[in-house]
């Protein structure tokens, strides 16, 4: 029987989790759900056959990537937007539709080889695009179980990369509003709703007046 670790923090990584426990009778699953959790010392002990390690933020050691499979979930089409912050990144791009990528993990940034890709929209809020990973994400996970994939090699000399966001990222600056579309207005007060540093502009004291939500008119 498999031993499979499951390694989140994130809502929408740790719903696949769940369902994967539920849904998943051929292995023994255990879900690790916050960084104060995680310790190399826990995997030793644990000694699985198969770590998920999806929408986890902190480096892996090289000696846990270097003695047990190791995958990762990565939004985005590989490997292509390779980085921090691919959802924000791509939607502020004008990208509607990408893909979810789950791959092997090595010593470098979301440069292992693919497993399985599945399309997804980028279209609605944050919450909209997290809900479609979560029932995207079980779906392949359960795939890659039961050894339904067929693994390629990424093509660096195709990849881009993107940096992760900050909180002072998220000011719709004087610029933007006098040299920026609707359409790229409306992206990057939708691709920060929900857990993210909301979308917001300054007010002539310096205070913040946050932007939560926005409608394009025809």
Known sequence: ??????????????????????????GEIVVIR????????????YNPDLILFYGWSWKVSDEIISHYKCL?????????YRGGSPIQNQIIDGIKDTKISI???????DSGDILI????????????????MSSIGLELSLKIFNNAFVKIKQDGSNATYCKRRSCSDSEITTYEL???????????????????PNAFI?????????????KLEK
């Open 1 to 26: 029987m498999m031993k499979i670790l499951c390694v989140g923090y994130r809502d929408w990584a740790l719903i696949i989790y769940d369902k994967l426990a539920k849904n998943y009778h051929d």
């Open 34 to 45: 916050s960084y104060d959790e995680y310790s190399d010392s826990f995997v030793k002990d």
């Open 72 to 80: 990762m979930l990565h939004p985005s089409n590989l490997p292509k």
């Open 103 to 109: 791959f092997e993990m090595n010593s470098e940034m």
């Open 117 to 132: 890709q599945e399309s997804l929209s980028l279209r609605g809020d944050i919450l909209d695009i997290f809900s479609r």
């Open 178 to 196: 006098l040299n920026k579309s609707s359409e790229y207005l409306h992206n990057k007060v939708r691709m920060l709703t929900g857990p993210y």
């Open 202 to 214: 300054l007010d002539r004291h310096g205070k913040k007046i946050f932007i939560l939500k926005t």
